[in-house]
Protein backbone atom coordinates (compact mmCIF):
# COMPACT_ATOMS: atom_id res chain seq x y z
CA UNK A 1 0.00 0.00 0.00
CA UNK A 2 3.23 2.66 0.80
CA UNK A 3 4.82 1.50 -2.20
CA UNK A 4 1.36 2.19 -4.48
CA UNK A 5 1.02 5.50 -2.57
CA UNK A 6 5.04 6.18 -3.11
CA UNK A 7 4.30 5.55 -7.01
CA UNK A 8 1.12 7.40 -7.16
CA UNK A 9 2.73 11.00 -5.98
CA UNK A 10 5.43 10.19 -8.42
CA UNK A 11 3.09 10.48 -10.83
CA UNK A 12 1.13 13.13 -9.81
CA UNK A 13 4.58 14.84 -9.36
CA UNK A 14 5.39 14.24 -12.68
CA UNK A 15 1.62 15.54 -13.82
CA UNK A 16 2.38 18.55 -12.27
CA UNK A 17 5.53 19.40 -13.42
CA UNK A 18 4.51 18.85 -17.04
CA UNK A 19 1.76 21.07 -16.62
CA UNK A 20 3.60 23.98 -15.29
CA UNK A 21 6.80 23.69 -17.52
CA UNK A 22 5.09 23.13 -20.48
CA UNK A 23 0.87 22.36 -20.75
CA UNK A 24 -0.03 25.60 -18.61
CA UNK A 25 -0.56 28.09 -21.31
CA UNK A 26 -0.42 26.04 -24.39
CA UNK A 27 -1.50 28.49 -26.94
CA UNK A 28 0.67 31.03 -25.89
CA UNK A 29 4.04 29.19 -25.80
CA UNK A 30 3.28 26.46 -28.82
CA UNK A 31 1.68 28.31 -32.30
CA UNK A 32 -0.64 25.92 -34.38
CA UNK A 33 1.05 25.75 -38.52
CA UNK A 34 -0.76 25.36 -41.36
CA UNK A 35 0.68 25.31 -45.05
CA UNK A 36 0.36 29.09 -45.63
CA UNK A 37 1.79 29.94 -42.34
CA UNK A 38 4.97 27.75 -43.17
CA UNK A 39 5.08 28.84 -46.94
CA UNK A 40 5.15 32.74 -45.11
CA UNK A 41 8.41 31.81 -43.02
CA UNK A 42 10.45 29.98 -45.21
CA UNK A 43 11.54 33.41 -47.20
CA UNK A 44 12.21 34.76 -43.71
CA UNK A 45 14.04 31.79 -42.47
CA UNK A 46 15.96 32.21 -45.58
CA UNK A 47 17.61 35.54 -44.77
CA UNK A 48 18.36 34.50 -41.47
CA UNK A 49 19.75 31.34 -42.17
CA UNK A 50 21.85 32.98 -44.98
CA UNK A 51 22.99 35.92 -42.47
CA UNK A 52 23.82 32.86 -39.84
CA UNK A 53 26.16 31.07 -42.54
CA UNK A 54 27.77 34.59 -43.58
CA UNK A 55 27.83 35.28 -39.28
CA UNK A 56 30.09 31.99 -39.81
CA UNK A 57 32.39 32.88 -42.52
CA UNK A 58 32.99 36.55 -41.57
CA UNK A 59 33.63 34.69 -37.89
CA UNK A 60 36.20 32.60 -39.69
CA UNK A 61 37.98 34.84 -41.97
CA UNK A 62 38.22 37.84 -39.19
CA UNK A 63 40.00 34.76 -37.01
CA UNK A 64 42.30 34.38 -39.86
CA UNK A 65 43.05 38.10 -40.13
CA UNK A 66 43.28 38.49 -36.50
CA UNK A 67 46.34 35.30 -36.66
CA UNK A 68 48.02 37.40 -39.83
CA UNK A 69 47.84 40.56 -37.79
CA UNK A 70 49.10 39.16 -34.87
CA UNK A 71 52.15 37.67 -36.90
CA UNK A 72 52.43 40.91 -38.46
CA UNK A 73 52.87 42.77 -35.66
CA UNK A 74 55.47 40.11 -34.11
CA UNK A 75 57.32 40.63 -37.29
CA UNK A 76 57.21 44.03 -37.40
CA UNK A 77 58.84 43.55 -33.89
CA UNK A 78 61.53 41.48 -34.74
CA UNK A 79 62.37 44.43 -38.01
CA UNK A 80 61.32 41.47 -40.29
CA UNK A 81 58.22 43.31 -41.65
CA UNK A 82 57.92 47.48 -42.29
CA UNK A 83 55.07 49.25 -41.71
CA UNK A 84 54.92 51.33 -44.42
CA UNK A 85 54.88 48.01 -47.08
CA UNK A 86 51.59 46.56 -45.00
CA UNK A 87 49.80 49.89 -45.21
CA UNK A 88 50.50 49.92 -49.00
CA UNK A 89 48.47 46.94 -49.14
CA UNK A 90 45.67 48.20 -47.25
CA UNK A 91 45.59 51.65 -48.52
CA UNK A 92 45.21 53.50 -51.83
CA UNK A 93 46.06 56.38 -49.80
CA UNK A 94 49.29 56.53 -48.48
CA UNK A 95 50.49 60.15 -49.75
CA UNK A 96 53.12 61.93 -47.91
CA UNK A 97 54.57 65.25 -48.14
CA UNK A 98 57.78 65.67 -50.51
CA UNK A 99 59.59 67.03 -47.94
CA UNK A 100 58.93 63.87 -45.35
CA UNK A 101 60.99 61.55 -44.74
CA UNK A 102 60.39 58.26 -43.59
CA UNK A 103 61.87 56.54 -40.35
CA UNK A 104 61.51 52.72 -40.99
CA UNK A 105 63.48 51.36 -37.59
CA UNK A 106 61.47 54.09 -35.10
CA UNK A 107 58.28 53.08 -37.07
CA UNK A 108 58.52 49.59 -36.02
CA UNK A 109 59.37 50.32 -32.28
CA UNK A 110 56.04 52.93 -32.66
CA UNK A 111 54.35 49.88 -34.38
CA UNK A 112 55.12 47.73 -31.54
CA UNK A 113 54.22 50.23 -28.54
CA UNK A 114 50.84 50.78 -29.72
CA UNK A 115 50.33 47.30 -31.43
CA UNK A 116 49.19 48.74 -34.69
CA UNK A 117 51.34 48.99 -38.08
CA UNK A 118 52.33 52.59 -38.00
CA UNK A 119 54.97 54.75 -40.73
CA UNK A 120 56.30 57.65 -39.29
CA UNK A 121 58.03 60.47 -40.78
CA UNK A 122 60.14 63.15 -39.96
CA UNK A 123 60.58 66.97 -41.18
CA UNK A 124 63.95 67.71 -39.79
CA UNK A 125 63.09 70.80 -37.90
CA UNK A 126 63.83 71.93 -34.36
CA UNK A 127 61.27 72.43 -31.60
CA UNK A 128 60.90 75.75 -29.67
CA UNK A 129 62.39 75.51 -26.12
CA UNK A 130 59.26 77.04 -24.83
CA UNK A 131 56.93 74.25 -26.68
CA UNK A 132 58.78 71.55 -25.65
CA UNK A 133 58.56 72.77 -22.10
CA UNK A 134 55.30 73.17 -22.63
CA UNK A 135 54.05 70.02 -23.87
CA UNK A 136 56.83 67.79 -21.64
CA UNK A 137 55.78 68.67 -18.43
CA UNK A 138 53.10 70.08 -16.10
CA UNK A 139 55.13 73.42 -14.91
CA UNK A 140 55.47 74.23 -18.57
CA UNK A 141 52.26 73.54 -19.29
CA UNK A 142 50.55 75.61 -16.58
CA UNK A 143 52.97 78.22 -17.04
CA UNK A 144 51.49 78.67 -20.67
CA UNK A 145 47.77 78.43 -19.73
CA UNK A 146 48.71 81.14 -17.04
CA UNK A 147 51.10 83.68 -19.01
CA UNK A 148 49.13 83.59 -22.43
CA UNK A 149 52.34 83.64 -24.40
CA UNK A 150 52.53 81.99 -28.06
CA UNK A 151 54.80 78.90 -27.60
CA UNK A 152 55.26 79.22 -31.79
CA UNK A 153 56.35 83.14 -31.98
CA UNK A 154 60.03 82.32 -32.31
CA UNK A 155 61.42 81.94 -36.03
CA UNK A 156 61.52 77.94 -35.38
CA UNK A 157 57.80 77.81 -34.08
CA UNK A 158 57.01 79.83 -37.26
CA UNK A 159 58.76 76.95 -39.60
CA UNK A 160 56.69 75.04 -37.41
CA UNK A 161 53.35 76.58 -38.05
CA UNK A 162 54.07 77.25 -41.79
CA UNK A 163 54.88 73.17 -42.24
CA UNK A 164 51.08 72.51 -40.19
CA UNK A 165 49.51 74.81 -43.25
CA UNK A 166 51.78 73.04 -45.77
CA UNK A 167 50.49 69.34 -44.80
CA UNK A 168 46.61 70.35 -44.21
CA UNK A 169 46.97 71.98 -47.80
CA UNK A 170 48.80 68.90 -49.24
CA UNK A 171 45.81 66.15 -47.64
CA UNK A 172 42.92 68.53 -48.90
CA UNK A 173 44.29 67.98 -52.81
CA UNK A 174 44.61 64.19 -51.79
CA UNK A 175 40.87 64.52 -50.64
CA UNK A 176 41.50 63.85 -46.83
CA UNK A 177 38.91 64.82 -44.34
CA UNK A 178 39.33 68.56 -42.79
CA UNK A 179 42.43 68.65 -40.38
CA UNK A 180 40.86 67.79 -36.81
CA UNK A 181 42.77 69.49 -33.82
CA UNK A 182 43.47 66.44 -31.72
CA UNK A 183 45.28 69.10 -29.63
CA UNK A 184 46.24 72.71 -29.71
CA UNK A 185 50.13 71.30 -31.76
CA UNK A 186 48.20 68.01 -33.26
CA UNK A 187 46.00 67.67 -36.37
CA UNK A 188 44.66 64.32 -38.04
CA UNK A 189 43.05 63.61 -41.01
CA UNK A 190 40.99 60.75 -42.71
CA UNK A 191 41.81 59.13 -46.11
CA UNK A 192 38.42 59.86 -48.49
CA UNK A 193 37.48 56.22 -47.70
CA UNK A 194 38.37 56.39 -44.31
CA UNK A 195 40.46 53.52 -44.32
CA UNK A 196 43.65 55.79 -43.49
CA UNK A 197 44.17 58.21 -40.72
CA UNK A 198 47.07 60.64 -41.36
CA UNK A 199 48.52 62.13 -37.85
CA UNK A 200 50.57 65.36 -37.71
CA UNK A 201 51.97 66.37 -34.31
CA UNK A 202 54.86 69.73 -33.88
CA UNK A 203 55.98 68.06 -31.86
CA UNK A 204 57.77 63.78 -31.35
CA UNK A 205 54.49 62.29 -29.18
CA UNK A 206 57.42 59.04 -28.51
CA UNK A 207 61.19 60.72 -27.65
CA UNK A 208 63.20 58.26 -27.22
CA UNK A 209 62.11 55.08 -28.71
CA UNK A 210 64.33 53.61 -30.84
CA UNK A 211 65.32 54.87 -34.41
CA UNK A 212 64.49 58.08 -33.01
CA UNK A 213 67.96 59.46 -32.18
CA UNK A 214 68.12 61.81 -35.25
CA UNK A 215 64.11 62.69 -34.94
CA UNK A 216 64.91 64.23 -31.52
CA UNK A 217 61.68 66.52 -30.52
CA UNK A 218 61.16 67.29 -34.03
CA UNK A 219 57.44 67.21 -35.69
CA UNK A 220 56.32 63.45 -37.01
CA UNK A 221 53.85 62.72 -39.44
CA UNK A 222 52.14 58.99 -38.80
CA UNK A 223 49.85 57.01 -41.31
CA UNK A 224 47.79 54.43 -39.78
CA UNK A 225 44.83 52.00 -40.34
CA UNK A 226 42.00 53.60 -39.38
CA UNK A 227 40.23 50.75 -37.11
CA UNK A 228 36.71 52.04 -36.84
CA UNK A 229 36.25 52.20 -40.92
CA UNK A 230 32.95 50.47 -42.13
CA UNK A 231 31.60 50.01 -38.76
CA UNK A 232 27.66 48.98 -38.61
CA UNK A 233 27.28 49.14 -42.53
CA UNK A 234 26.95 45.12 -42.53
CA UNK A 235 24.23 45.24 -39.55
CA UNK A 236 22.21 47.55 -40.54
CA UNK A 237 22.20 46.35 -44.38
CA UNK A 238 21.29 42.49 -42.38
CA UNK A 239 18.64 44.57 -40.35
CA UNK A 240 16.88 45.99 -43.86
CA UNK A 241 16.70 42.52 -45.70
CA UNK A 242 15.11 40.72 -42.42
CA UNK A 243 12.48 43.78 -42.54
CA UNK A 244 11.95 43.87 -46.35
CA UNK A 245 11.22 39.66 -45.72
CA UNK A 246 8.63 40.34 -42.87
CA UNK A 247 6.71 42.84 -44.36
CA UNK A 248 6.37 40.47 -47.87
CA UNK A 249 5.53 37.59 -45.70
CA UNK A 250 2.87 39.55 -43.48
CA UNK A 251 4.73 38.95 -40.69
CA UNK A 252 5.31 40.66 -37.12
CA UNK A 253 8.87 39.58 -35.64
CA UNK A 254 7.01 38.60 -32.86
CA UNK A 255 4.68 36.30 -34.94
CA UNK A 256 7.51 34.47 -37.09
CA UNK A 257 9.74 33.88 -33.83
CA UNK A 258 6.38 31.91 -32.36
CA UNK A 259 6.07 29.81 -35.78
CA UNK A 260 9.84 29.15 -36.23
CA UNK A 261 9.43 27.62 -32.61
CA UNK A 262 6.85 25.24 -33.54
CA UNK A 263 8.80 24.55 -36.88
CA UNK A 264 11.65 23.82 -34.16
CA UNK A 265 9.52 21.62 -31.87
CA UNK A 266 7.73 20.00 -34.91
CA UNK A 267 11.50 18.73 -36.14
CA UNK A 268 12.05 17.37 -32.54
CA UNK A 269 9.18 15.49 -32.71
CA UNK A 270 9.36 14.09 -36.10
CA UNK A 271 13.11 13.09 -35.12
CA UNK A 272 11.80 11.42 -31.39
CA UNK A 273 7.89 10.69 -32.00
CA UNK A 274 8.40 8.59 -28.55
CA UNK A 275 8.25 12.28 -27.20
CA UNK A 276 4.84 12.58 -27.82
CA UNK A 277 3.47 9.49 -26.16
CA UNK A 278 1.42 10.25 -23.12
CA UNK A 279 1.66 7.80 -19.83
CA UNK A 280 -2.12 8.52 -18.14
CA UNK A 281 -1.52 5.31 -15.45
CA UNK A 282 -1.91 5.96 -11.95
CA UNK A 283 -4.70 6.90 -10.04
CA UNK A 284 -7.17 9.21 -11.04
CA UNK A 285 -9.06 12.24 -9.49
CA UNK A 286 -10.41 15.56 -10.78
CA UNK A 287 -6.88 17.41 -10.63
CA UNK A 288 -5.30 14.66 -12.81
CA UNK A 289 -7.65 14.38 -14.96
CA UNK A 290 -7.53 17.94 -16.47
CA UNK A 291 -3.96 18.01 -16.15
CA UNK A 292 -4.16 15.11 -18.85
CA UNK A 293 -6.76 16.48 -20.76
CA UNK A 294 -4.78 19.27 -21.47
CA UNK A 295 -1.54 17.26 -22.21
CA UNK A 296 -3.21 15.61 -24.70
CA UNK A 297 -4.89 18.79 -26.06
CA UNK A 298 -1.17 20.33 -26.14
CA UNK A 299 0.09 16.26 -27.49
CA UNK A 300 -2.42 16.67 -30.65
CA UNK A 301 -1.64 20.41 -31.59
CA UNK A 302 2.19 19.24 -31.59
CA UNK A 303 1.18 15.97 -33.83
CA UNK A 304 -0.61 18.61 -36.29
CA UNK A 305 1.95 20.37 -36.39
CA UNK A 306 4.56 17.69 -37.13
CA UNK A 307 2.44 16.49 -40.07
CA UNK A 308 2.55 20.15 -41.40
CA UNK A 309 6.15 20.03 -40.87
CA UNK A 310 6.72 16.86 -42.95
CA UNK A 311 5.37 18.14 -45.82
CA UNK A 312 8.57 20.96 -46.00
CA UNK A 313 11.33 19.19 -44.01
CA UNK A 314 13.48 19.35 -47.44
CA UNK A 315 12.98 22.59 -47.45
CA UNK A 316 12.53 23.86 -43.68
CA UNK A 317 15.20 21.07 -42.07
CA UNK A 318 18.33 22.77 -43.72
CA UNK A 319 17.13 26.30 -42.79
CA UNK A 320 16.81 25.62 -39.15
CA UNK A 321 19.91 23.42 -38.50
CA UNK A 322 21.89 26.22 -40.22
CA UNK A 323 20.73 28.62 -37.53
CA UNK A 324 21.28 26.08 -34.90
CA UNK A 325 18.22 24.59 -34.06
Not at 11 to 20: K, R
Not at 55 to 71: C, H, I, P, V
Not at 157 to 168: P, V
Request: hydrophobic letters at 40%; glycine letters at 6%; proline letters at 5%.
Amino acid sequence: MIVNMKRTNANLLCLFLLSHTIVHGVTAQVAALNDDIVKRVIPVLCVYAAQAQQALKDLSEANERGEKYTALLENISAGKADPLSWLKTQSRFVFVPPSATYERKFSQAVSTYLSIPVAVYSFGLPVPEELLKATRTNEGALELMTSGRDPLASPAGQKLKALNERIATFYRTKKFSEPNADSPFQNSMFSPDSSLLAIFSMINLYPGFDGGEKIGDGPILMLQPNSHSGVGSEASTTEDKVGVALNRAGLSQEHYDEYVGALTMAKSDMENPSALELDSSGEKNAETDKIIAEMKAFYALRKKNVEVYRRYTQQVKPLLEALGL
